[in-house]
């Protein structure tokens, strides 16, 4: 009776280290699956595995590439948790791997893949009787948990510029929509406005696709998530940058020594810090030099310094603010800064926590942050001892985040969610582009921008069909 | 005194109580119809024209399930249109301007040559009711006001806005129902004392007036469509060809708006004195004025009344201003300067239904045998409310003779989404059917109506042997010359090659089939011909039925089905998916108020609207999918235990 689509989401807790897992369920589990993962021979397909079944294997980028190595095994109806055919692909459990994994089953999967509703699975099971009839009550509990779950997640989400973007994106197209309503319903007062506007209306979906893009690109999820955040590594000399970088590598990649001046270019390096890919740039120490090499790489200490989306100024924290002066002068305007200040084996406790207090006035001033300002953290490190480097992970995650990830995946699978439904309706715009490119009549058009209006409800939880007609009366001037 | 010889009972003799009665007497029910005045039978106290967008859609499917409203309408035009022709079909509607008092003549005509109908004037005071043995109360008959009861099976309300109705013209409160008709004064305690809950509506009208006192050489003249295109199935083309009378747009202007918004504090509805919700798709000019203050000016129709009286309908200009303010604002229209009116605008309020209170089968959800149709149900327009009236009457015979009763769903038919939301919605202002409200509008075509339900009417009992068969044909006839068309090739030769250049149409390069070459936007069935060298000969609708040769519907169905079938097909797949939420059936001993989990706003509105299926639970007002999904697992576990079946995990 309920539609038999196939979804995928992430099965196991996003913090647990060592193996994650991905759970894919429905009539097209192993079909979709395929597509996104082969077995270590490339030979054998999933649809040909008998059930129960683990082979090793490998999932598989959008250019063949491997992403991962996986463990997957299949389960078919009605044997599986939730009755359906089930494919459960084991990853290492980074964060990062699982939603790239999860994320591969969703979008490379020719649309058989949706992401699962929250506490879906568990009502699958139970409606293709994998459950004992008194955990019914125990189910319906689980379903209403996870929906306020997922729900306050996506208010949080969307109280920024996601929400704002979407709400006007569909207030658009309710608007579009209203009006061919309208003049379909009462020709006689608004027929002659129809002339041409097929062509109005393309420059409006081209528009909303932009956005959409827009949107997809640059929202601080999707991008810093696909490409990594550039991070700069800068501060006065000799303050503890190379062992900062270091400690984060846990290798001794940049040279150390107490010789201040001694990284004199820009080294780059990738790593995964908890939820996040950090593209680190560790630079040269800033100072006035008269050495010209060294000149050289303070310059560009502070080209890299404008490109970072993310600022680690190292300080020595019995030197705030006397060594900082120069080095501030060079940092752009508006990038986050989380100040990292080193070196805090050197003071006592009651010390430090003054050193720091004094740091943070100091830094808020000079760096103009504080309210509606620039975004600025204090952590206190010593990197010598490998100490504090956690405080700077939760620091990231403050900061891109904005909200504590350790909810169970639901977090991103509400924002995968709203991926999809953006994709969704960027097809649903490009196939009313397609209808006024053929010249068909409006009412077939609304067909496509309904659905994308509808997609875009499904982001923020509103419902179209009664909302339309509002819109026809409250937009236009109805009736005789 | 008791009046012992009636099956039905059907109260009003508006558009919904016509076809109740003449659904009611077809299954040969003896049914007697009460109204308050047996010369206002089939009365049109609005505007004066049948279908428009939409309505036009319900006329066809009225018809299509045996109704009578198209017959008439065919019989009793002024002027007809087809309304945007310049779309594709899903949003082609009929629209025909009436003679009002013709057309209440040929229904009243209809209702009393009907031996199984009585026709009374008289107002009920009273609804007899009893108990079941299942202690719920039946319908037993009702009491006029004069004293004489008439106790009967089943009963249909159709009491349009006559309950308790009081009109409005500026500071003039007037306890009468419309046009000066006398209000029912006795029903809605009737209803409420066997616990039927009421709340008031408001609607309004605008001004008649003399046509001769119009200056229409200031006016734009709309003419009629030539040829016409008649409303009904059965009727012939060549019946409905004749003169037609032409209407007239004028418009509002500057001047207008402001003897409007200088007199606001005059008008019942601002100064407060009006409670009753009235309609956003039909606003007063006034409330037009104030809530789209940045337009300039307003289209008015001016449109006949009748072919024998010189009174005008003013469309767009309905008000509830007091006369005084009407004829000053009326006369600054271009063309109105020296008008002079008949029958003053007026607001009139009514009680009609409160949300939540109906069956599926528009039955009362309180008292068995009970049935409600048209504006009592929160609806407006004639069409909405004759719709109901037949689809009510046919569910009340069922109780009678026993069988299904008639259901048609949101993709089978407007009248579908008509009762669908009036049953399931909190409507906040009289309903009016609208194409979007219809989400399969594209297969809900006006030209195929009799297609999707005749079959219904058939199995309803309303439609003939002779209609059934003309629709079964056509549906056989259809599918066939779809299939030549999609198999008949076309080669690339000279011939085709000159066709395509000339209708510029991109040539082919290898052979194709009719098929494709029809679902290019720029090529129709009847271009075509040129090529379709072994097409059946297109006859007359008689000559065609039951033999190997087309006619001019079939063709243009056959056309449409092709040439829209991308878009066609994809809300095919949407109504399957729709179905399968459809077909999933809710317990009417369900109590949402104990399901676990079940947030308690959705409870309280599942609660109160009482919806029959999961579909219907999805759209009710704050229900979302998890309480649906809540919903789901509950009935699954109540079905289980029911059947003592499952009790094992691992079944």
Redesign the interface.
């Known amino acids: 009776m309920e539609e038999a689509t196939t979804i995928a989401a992430i099965a196991s807790s996003m913090n647990d280290a060592g193996i994650g897992i991905v759970r894919v369920s429905g009539p097209k589990a192993l079909e979709a699956c395929d597509l996104v993962l082969t077995d270590a021979s490339m030979k054998h397909t999933l649809t040909e595995r008998a059930a129960n079944t683990i082979r090793f294997g490998y999932v598989l980028r959008e250019d063949g590439s491997i992403l991962d190595e996986a463990l997957v095994s299949v389960m078919r109806a009605p044997s599986s948790y939730t009755g359906e055919d089930v494919v459960e692909i084991n990853v290492h459990g980074g964060a990062f791997v699982l939603r790239e994994t999860l994320r591969r089953v969703l979008s490379g999967t020719k649309g058989m893949v949706r992401a699962a509703l929250p506490g879906e699975f568990t009502k699958r099971a139970f409606l293709n009787g994998k459950m004992d009839l008194s955990a019914a009550e125990a189910v319906q509990d689980m379903i209403r948990a996870q929906n306020d779950f997922a729900l306050q997640n996506a208010e949080r989400q969307l109280s920024g510029v996601l929400g704002k973007e979407v709400r006007r994106m569909r207030e658009t197209l309710l608007h579009e929509t209203a009006f061919i309503e309208a003049s379909l319903d009462d020709p006689d007062v608004y027929a002659e406005q129809l002339e041409g506007y097929g062509e109005r209306l393309r420059s409006v979906t081209e528009a909303l696709r932009g956005d959409i893009g827009k949107l997809l690109d640059s929202a601080a999820e999707g991008r810093l998530r696909k490409d990594g955040i550039r991070c700069a590594i800068i501060g006065a000399p000799n303050t503890g940058k190379s062992t900062l970088l270091n400690c984060l590598l846990g290798t001794e990649r940049a040279i150390v020594t107490d010789l201040p001046g001694t990284t004199r270019d820009v080294l780059e390096e990738q790593l995964q810090l908890g939820e996040w890919m950090l593209l680190l740039s560790d630079t040269a120490g800033i100072r006035k030099t008269a050495d010209a090499a060294e000149e050289i790489g303070v310059q560009r200490a502070k080209e890299t310094a404008k490109e970072a989306a993310l600022l680690f100024l190292v300080m020595d924290v019995t030197k705030v603010p006397e060594e900082a002066k120069e080095v501030l002068s060079a940092l752009p305007e508006q990038t986050p800064v989380i100040a990292v200040l080193n070196k805090a084996d050197l003071l006592d406790d009651a010390s430090l926590s003054q050193a720091k207090e004094r740091a943070q006035v100091f830094l808020e001033e000079a760096l103009s942050a504080g309210e509606a300002g620039r975004e600025l953290r204090l952590i206190t490190t010593s990197l010598l001892n490998n100490e504090g480097i956690s405080s700077l992970s939760d620091a990231v995650t403050e900061l891109f985040l904005k909200e504590n990830t350790a909810a169970q995946g639901e977090f991103f699978l509400t924002s995968e969610r709203h991926r999809e439904a953006l994709l969704q309706t960027a097809e649903a715009l490009k196939r009313t582009e397609g209808g006024i490119a053929e010249g068909v009549s409006e009412e077939f058009l609304t067909v496509d921008l309904m659905e994308a209006a509808a997609s875009l409800g499904r982001i923020t939880g509103e419902d179209v069909s009664e909302e339309l007609i509002d819109r026809i009366f409250s937009d236009f001037c109805m009736g005789k | 005194m008791e009046q012992s010889a009636y099956d039905a009972v059907v109260i009003g003799a508006g558009h919904a109580g016509c076809e109740a009665a003449l659904a009611f007497a077809k299954r040969g029910l003896r049914t007697v119809v009460f109204c308050l005045s047996t010369d206002h039978v089939a009365f049109m106290p609005c505007?004066p024209h049948i279908g428009g967008?939409?309505k036009g859609h319900l006329v066809r499917e009225i018809d299509a399930l045996g109704g009578e409203m198209g017959h008439a309408i065919d019989r009793c035009f002024l002027q007809s249109r087809m309304?945007?022709r310049?779309?594709?079909p899903?949003?082609h509607s009929l629209r025909a301007q009436a003679d009002k008092k013709q057309y209440s003549a040929h229904m009243r005509r209809v209702l009393e040559q009907n031996p199984n109908i009585s026709l009374r004037q008289a107002e009920i005071a009273e609804i007899l009711t009893d108990r079941g043995e299942d202690g719920r109360p039946y319908f037993k008959g009702v009491v006029t006001r004069t004293g004489i009861s008439y106790p009967a099976r089943v009963c249909v309300i159709c009491s349009g806005t006559y309950l308790q109705a009081r009109c409005l013209t500026g500071e003039v409160i007037t306890e009468s129902g419309p046009s000066g008709q006398p209000s029912a004064t006795l029903l809605s305690s009737a209803l409420t004392e066997i616990g039927v809950k009421l709340r008031r509506f408001k609607t309004g009208t605008p001004a008649r007036m003399d046509g001769q006192s119009l200056d229409f050489s200031k006016m734009e003249r709309q003419e009629g469509d030539v040829p016409v295109i008649p409303f009904s199935f059965d009727t012939e083309p060549e019946e409905v060809q004749k003169e037609q009378i032409p209407c007239y747009?004028t418009y509002t202007n500057e001047r207008t708006h402001e003897i409007l918004r200088e007199n606001l504090y005059r008008s019942p509805l601002y100064a407060g004195v009006i409670e009753g919700v009235g309609?956003?798709?039909?606003?007063s000019i006034e409330d037009?004025v104030v809530?789209?203050a940045d337009?300039d000016r307003?289209?008015?129709?001016v449109e006949p009344e009748g072919a024998d009286t010189t009174e005008m309908y003013i469309?767009?200009m309905s008000s509830s201003m007091p006369e005084d303010v009407q004829i000053s604002f009326y006369r600054t229209v271009p063309g109105l300067e020296h008008c002079e009116i008949v029958k003053p605008a007026y607001a009139i309020e009514y009680d009609c239904l409160a949300p939540g209170q109906l069956t599926l089968s528009l039955e009362s959800r309180v008292c068995k045998g009970l049935f409600f149709a048209g504006q009592i149900n929160g609806s407006s327009g004639y069409e909405e409310a004759a719709a109901q009236g037949l689809y009510a009457a046919v569910n009340a015979t069922a109780q009678v003779l026993g069988g299904e009763g008639l259901f048609i769903d949101r993709a089978e038919g407007y009248i579908g989404v008509l009762v669908d939301d009036l049953v399931h919605k909190e409507l906040w202002e009289p309903y009016r059917m609208?194409?979007?409200?219809a989400?399969y509008?594209?297969l809900l075509r006006q030209d195929n109506a009799d297609l999707r339900l005749r079959e219904k009417g058939y199995a309803a009992g309303l439609v003939s042997e002779e209609q059934v068969a003309r629709a079964r044909w056509k549906k056989e006839r259809i599918a066939k010359e779809m299939e030549r068309l999609k198999h008949t090739r076309i080669g690339a030769t000279e011939t085709v090659r000159v066709f395509l250049e000339a209708n510029a149409s991109a040539p082919i390069r290898s052979g194709t089939t009719l098929a494709a070459l029809l679902s290019r936007?720029e090529l129709s069935y009847e271009m075509l011909s040129a090529l379709d060298t072994e097409r059946p000969a297109v006859v007359s609708r008689e000559k065609a039925t039951g033999t190997d040769l087309l006619d001019e519907e079939v063709t243009k169905q056959a056309e449409i089905e092709i040439k829209?079938e991308g878009?066609l097909s994809?809300?095919e797949q949407q109504v399957k998916?729709f179905r399968?939420?459809e077909?999933?059936r809710i317990p009417a001993d369900i109590s949402y108020l104990s399901?676990?989990?079940?947030?308690k706003e959705a409870a309280q509105h599942l609660e109160s609207f009482r919806p029959e299926n999961?579909g219907a639970a999805s759209r009710i007002?704050g229900v979302?999918?998890?309480d649906i999904?809540?919903l789901?697992?509950?009935l699954?576990?109540a079905e289980?235990?029911a059947k003592g079946g499952?009790?094992?995990?691992?079944?």
């Open positions: 505007n967008s939409s309304l945007n310049s779309k594709g899903a949003v747009l309609p956003r798709y039909c606003p037009k809530r789209f337009k307003h289209q008015i129709f469309d767009g609208m194409t979007a409200r989400e509008r594209l936007p829209y878009y994809r809300q998916q399968k939420m077909t999933r399901i676990k989990g079940l947030r999961i007002g979302n999918p998890a999904s809540v789901l697992v509950y699954e576990a289980g235990r499952r009790t094992d995990g691992d079944a």
